[in-house]
């Protein structure tokens, strides 16, 4: 199964998988990229899997319901009402496709907004804006104790998981993680390996589970660097991780590095 991310707008992925003859398009917040791969290597689409209702996630999906030959269909969180979802999903729900043969488990992961999925199987993880390397999406629809705890369920999949994130965040979620956990030197190689994929016109995506538990100080809110961190900007020491958490969310909004 290949794995392609397909840049669109000025910072989103559309991840696509195929086999060489069928795809899945992940997220497809612009038709252009995807009708464009498609037809360069004459593939079929087979399926579209979305995590949440925002329209640079969900915008592409019209068009290429009205170019396809063939009825596809849509995968979405059953808790945001999504146009074109005909396969409704949450928590503990299996996609399973036939062509190209592929079975993903459903993730719950509201925060970012109220319905947020995720999709896990054979070692991919497709999160959306759930989680960034090296950050996280902002709390929209949700609360910081729901995000806590999404990112909790993520980070027990296994370290090799290949984390799909529907956004090229990294260096910027670097900048914030330096101030956040300023001594760290899986961060600092990290953050020099991503520098050079950037420079080289590269993606840093996809990370994985065991690199995001290492260098994302939203994974790491029970640390004790970043716990001071935290107390020394806002005064006061947080009282567990959960509130370290929104602590580090709300510092995030704001931080100008």
Known sequence: ????????????????????QYAVAVDP??????????DRHGLTLAAVLLTHHHADHTGGVAALLRDSSAPVPVFGPARERIAGVDHPLGEGDTVSLEQPRLTLRVLGTPGHTAGHIAYYGDGRLFCGDALFSAGCGRLFEGTAAQMAASL?????????????????????????????EPHNAARDHYAAACEALRAAG???????IGREK?????????????????AA???SRPIDATA?????RAWKDGFQG
Do not use: Q
């Open 214 to 230: 290492a260098v994302n100080p939203f994974l790491r809110a029970a640390e004790a660097d970043v716990i001071a961190a935290v």
């Open 152 to 180: 909790a369920k993520l980070a027990a999949l296994p370290d090799e998981t290949l984390v799909c994130c529907a956004h090229e965040y990294t260096l910027s979620n670097l900048a914030f993680a330096r101030a956040a």
């Open 1 to 20: 199964m290949n794995l392609i991310p397909l840049p669109a707008f000025d910072s989103n992925y559309i991840w696509l998988l195929h086999d060489g």
């Open 233 to 235: 900007r806002s005064g």
């Open 29 to 38: 917040g612009d038709a252009g990229p995807v009708r464009t791969f498609l």
């Open 244 to 248: 370290c958490f929104a602590e580090l």
């Open 202 to 208: 590269k993606p840093t995506l996809p990370s994985t």
